[in-house]
């Protein structure tokens, strides 16, 4: 069967090596791809976002499955595009990407079923949120409503930075329009754990869990980033929190979604905050998390082909979904100066190393060729994954992995993974 993969950073990557592996797949697309999935798919020089321009590409080469990997087009409707034309495409419709497109939707969906979530109000006037953060208990949480590259959450420690927040999210628009709505939140504690699944409209079925570091410096300190590393599996996901997931939020969230008449079809993620009053959602993703799925697909037993398959079949029931008794870490080399500026074009070495090495990965994020050459071409740049027996085996791998890897301005944090020791 022909594949298509829409997206071009290392979720794509990883889903790409995922799918590849199947004996399934005779020919396999990427757009737009990077200079690191170039070397197993054909890359397509087609925007996230054009989709009518990709459901023709679809339609001429005669695609038999679309995996869609980013948010945007997902919360922007190309899965409707798609199954329009008859196309077999993985992935939420855009009644249903609603789930993370609109954070004021998914915590009002939260609240009417029941499902555990931090207290909040939501906000379209900013004199309104302003006149909130009067009586507010601090720090507190402010979530831009819409899509911001996982970046529009601000933690406020007083009244001050809050009503800067405000301005900031819904006044000058840092996050452009998905500042128009924001949610104002009861700021939580505790460990936080990210939880991917599997969803046929009526089954969940749950992936290996997984925890990221998405602020830029070590220590968890600078601003958010889309992600700077991440580890696999959670100690702190226990059976015990897993079993009250699974009756308090997993099936619940796929419940209450058919009963609004947004049957979900797809990946479901859950950002989870394990508080002393028990585990609470913090989020809710409509697709493969980045980079989650750099530590999560490369344990995947099995062929993902059949899973996806069973999701747009509504079969899910009657397929496995297992993982590898084993762990892995990611280390996300970025350019330095990332989040807010940064240079590329720089040239990148030592990718080879790579090759042949079964427990090794290098996912690339923000790469492109210059002829030849390879080079950055983005913040995040590249992720390099280690698999081991352990947490702590697979998080020596990869920092060890990390050297093999040269180019100017690169930048990493050292300290991702460190949570396994104290757990």
Known sequence: ???????????????????????????LYCAPGNAGIAKIAECVPIKVMEFEKMADFAQEQQIDLTIIGP??????????????????????????????????????LMKKYGIP???????????EALKYLESASYPIVLKADGLALGKGVLICQDKAEAVEGVRSIMQDKKFGSAGNRMVIEEFMTGREVSVLSFVDGNTIKIMSSAQDHKRAGDGDTGLNTGGMGTFSPSPFYTPEVDAYCREHIFQKTVDAMKAEGREFKGIIFFGLMLTKDGPKVLEYNARFGDPEAQVVLPRLKGDIIDIVEACIDGTLADTPVEFEDNAAVCVVLASDGYPVSYEKGFEITGLEAFEGKDDYFCFHAGTAFDGDKIVTAGGRVLG?????????????KAYEATEWV????????????KAIDEA
């Open 117 to 127: 979530t931090a207290a909040y109000e939501n906000f379209d006037d900013p004199e």
């Open 406 to 417: 040269k180019f100017d301005n690169k930048y990493m944090r050292h300290d991702i993974g």
């Open 71 to 108: 948010d945007d087009p997902l919360a922007g409707g190309i899965v409707d595009v798609f199954e329009k034309r008859d196309l077999r495409v993985f992935g939420p419709r855009g009644n249903a990407a609603i789930l993370e497109g609109s954070k004021a939707f998914s915590k009002d």
């Open 384 to 396: 390099v994954t280690a698999k081991g027996d352990t947490l702590t085996g697979a998080r020596a």
């Open 1 to 27: 069967m022909k594949v298509l993969i829409v997206g071009g950073g290392g979720r794509e990557h990883a889903i790409a090596m995922c799918v590849k592996k199947s004996p399934k797949v005779d020919k």
